[in-house]
């Protein structure tokens, strides 16, 4: 039996997922703060929530590169 | 004969395309993150794509669950174009009733069907059928419905926004998650691509094989991925309303957050899957994802009436599909006059399904089907949107 694949299968799914999900919704989040109307927070959050969605894309194509036989001879 | 079989094979890959399109684009149509045309556009294109990145998944496809080879039974074209008629008309039957069914656990079960009657109940690796199909098929759902709901939970949990002194809700501001959609659904029509046009690959190199025309053991040909990745997303962009409808709103109210979260999981546990040797059906795993994100938001409602309806459809599929492949394979057996009898009886079938698809729809409207079934989304689609942009210009500022 292939416990162990389905095991991998299952964590592999788990960080992948809670990664993308994390850095996008932290991403959301920034913009959200840096779109309010009361602009008292500092200038940094806009910037920081486009490396959060940079970062996120970046962990996408990690992934695929992973994946994608050709990269990997 | 052998161009016979490698034509149905490539009708399986058109109705593998237009039954799985929902599984990718059915959440972003629901939440109107994209148009539905040009998400099945998007969505055929990605898999175009995918079809042509990777043929891992169609070395190893079907490899084990009959017995082939020196030790083994030798599968001869005949089986192959009975499994593949079972496969096809159990996904015509389910695209009739709107149900996600597993394209995958279609095409295995007629061949699994198709071999017995065939072969004898010795042709088939009833222990690898467990391993590989039944197994997956329970926890693939499972799965993605747990990776699911923790995105959920999490998405909503890092974008709730409270005012720090009243502690009354702010605008939550979640508009992001659409645009987001555009992006995770794309990859699951890539994920698709690469895993379900491989089962035709491999389908079609198992009968070139057979014929003696490509040497065992070699992975499929140039000329094979092409014709498979162009059947499959040819039958993506024709799109499969029906099924969509049932993903997109039949399990549960999708709002975007949910969407990105259920799309990421499919994506991930896909691509996984796929890569790590244990193959899941994208079905499964997608109908999983939706369900799961729909119990990781509070106040939503999961239908579990539907759920119920979409998992006794699993549970059919195999048998189903088995029947008809075996009672093609026994038709075939007798001769030339029962294959003529088994290829117009399978086509005038598909026939009769696709004329019965128009005739339902005609009662409502006198629209086409495709037109209608757009309209009907793009409806809800414009009335979500209108309701969060009066949410927005009212709790913002």
Not at chain 2, 245 to 263: C, H, I, N, W, Y
Request: glycine share 12%; proline share 3%.
């Amino acid at each position: 039996m292939k416990w162990l694949e389905l095991v991998l299968v299952a964590g592999a799914t788990l960080v992948s997922a809670v990664t993308v999900v994390v850095l996008y919704a932290l991403g959301v989040r920034l913009t959200a703060i840096a779109g309010d109307f009361r602009s008292s927070q500092p200038g940094w959050i806009r910037p920081l929530s486009y490396v959060c969605f940079g970062l996120c894309g970046l962990a996408v194509l990690f992934g695929l590169y992973l994946i994608i036989p050709y990269f990997s001879k | 004969m052998v161009a016979l079989v490698i034509a149905l094979a490539l009708f399986f890959d058109f109705t593998n395309g237009f039954h799985d399109t929902a599984n990718a684009m059915a959440t972003p149509i629901a939440t109107g993150a994209i148009k539905p045309k040009t998400a099945v556009a998007l969505a055929a294109v990605l898999n175009l794509v995918g079809a042509f990145l990777s043929t891992e998944v169609a070395k190893t496809v079907s490899g084990g669950i009959i017995r082939e080879g020196s030790d083994g039974v030798q599968i001869t074209p005949d089986i192959i174009f009975a499994g593949l008629m079972g496969a096809i008309l159990w996904n015509m039957i389910t695209w009739l009733k709107g149900l996600p069914s597993s394209s995958s656990h279609a095409l295995f079960g007629g061949l699994i069907g198709a071999a017995i009657a065939g072969i004898g109940l010795h042709s088939v690796n009833f222990a690898s059928v467990l391993q590989k199909v039944l197994l997956p098929a329970v926890f693939a759902p499972v799965i993605a419905a747990a990776v699911a709901y923790v995105c959920t939970r999490l998405a909503y949990a890092l974008t709730a926004r409270h005012d720090p002194e009243t502690g009354s809700k702010l605008t939550q501001k979640r508009g992001g998650f659409r645009t987001g959609q555009i992006f995770t659904s794309s990859l699951v029509a890539l994920a698709h691509g690469t895993n379900d046009a491989q089962k035709t690959m491999g389908i079609i190199t198992l009968v070139l094989i057979s014929a003696g025309s490509q040497a065992p053991g070699s992975g499929p040909q140039l000329w094979v991925i092409a014709a498979c990745a162009l059947a499959i997303a040819i039958g993506t962009y024709s799109g499969g309303w029906r099924i969509i409808r049932t993903m997109g709103s039949g399990l549960t109210d999708v709002k975007p957050a949910q969407g990105f979260a259920a799309e990421t999981s499919t994506a991930a546990a896909i691509l996984a899957s796929s890569h790590l040797g244990f193959a899941l059906s994208t079905t499964h795993v997608a109908s999983g994802s939706v369900i799961g994100s729909g119990m990781g938001r509070r106040g939503t409602t999961v239908r579990w009436g539907t759920a119920g309806k979409i998992v006794v459809g699993w549970l059919f599929t195999l048998p189903a599909a088995g029947i008809v492949g075996a009672l093609t394979a026994m038709l075939v057996h007798t001769g030339t006059v029962g294959f003529v009898i088994a290829a117009v009886a399978g086509t005038a079938a598909v026939v009769y399904m696709f004329v019965a698809s128009r005739k339902s729809h005609v009662g409502h409207h006198n629209a086409v089907e495709v037109e209608e079934a757009g309209q009907a989304i793009r409806f809800a689609k414009k009335k979500a949107a209108a309701v969060s942009r009066n949410n927005n210009s009212k709790g913002g500022r």
